[in-house]
């Protein structure tokens, strides 16, 4: 049986009615998104709250987060409870997907995401209304279109995503006016095929900085690089 909970250097993830746990994805993102100068935060699909504690970890941001599962919703406001900046932090149990709701003023400087991995916006219109009518899915199209919507001028869109979709992100962003402004490939195992992809999206064309990143060196252990993106999180780190 997994472990209901996980312990960070500063806080504690209880997991318990959450189907997404605690995972490197989410650790990634938490670690590696700019919050320099972010006052407002919102971290859309939130599951056990992990991104947006993490989040008011590294910044005084006021951290709003988002979840359409109710269980995982009573996880992340039960953890955001517990943890050191819960004065920062305020969950909502909502559909992103079909209202903003009552997060959507004022707007924010960054938005935070580790959304499900499948590619609706490659479904037909029907479909992809369908499939979000009924299971609220939360898909890429579905996050550009809010950050549209709910980003002050100057903000950012942080992502993680399979690194097989960047010509489809790429597709979708410009859709709604995005630009890519940072990529780092993550690979699980230095040497190997990048499986994951951080990106931060902007509306200003900018020159696009790229870097790779490696969580593991084969019979070593972690990449220095690793431990020091997440040795402010990691207990063993």
């Not at 890519?180 to 190997?192: D, F, K, N």
């Amino acid at each position: 049986m997994a472990n209901s909970y996980f312990k960070f250097k500063q806080f504690t993830i209880y997991q318990e009615r959450a189907a997404m746990r605690v995972g490197t994805d989410g650790v990634l993102l938490g670690a590696w998104c700019r919050l320099d100068g972010a006052e407002r935060v919102l971290d859309v699909g939130t599951g056990t709250g992990l991104i947006a504690i993490m989040a008011a970890q590294r910044s005084t941001a006021r951290i709003d987060a988002v979840e359409l599962d109710f269980g995982a919703a009573c996880d992340a406001a039960q953890n955001a409870g517990l943890s050191p900046w819960s004065d920062r932090i305020t969950v909502y149990a909502a559909d992103f997907v079909q209202s903003y709701g009552p997060y959507t003023r004022p707007l924010y400087d960054h938005i935070l995401s580790n959304p499900p991995y499948f590619v609706q916006s490659l479904l037909p219109p029907d479909r992809r209304r369908e499939h979000a009518r009924h299971t609220g899915s939360l898909d890429y199209e579905a996050l550009f279109e809010g950050a549209a919507v709910l980003l002050r001028p100057g903000g950012r869109l942080s992502l993680i995503a399979p690194a097989d979709l960047e010509e489809h992100l790429a597709f979708v962003a410009l859709l709604h006016g995005f630009y890519p402004v940072r990529y780092t490939y993550v690979s699980g195992i230095a040497g190997r095929a990048p499986k994951r992809l951080l990106s931060e999206w902007g509306r200003e064309r900018l020159p696009l900085e790229t870097d790779a990143l490696a969580v593991e060196r084969r019979g070593e252990g972690y990449t220095p690089e690793y431990v020091a993106l997440t040795r402010d999180f990691y207990l063993k780190m």
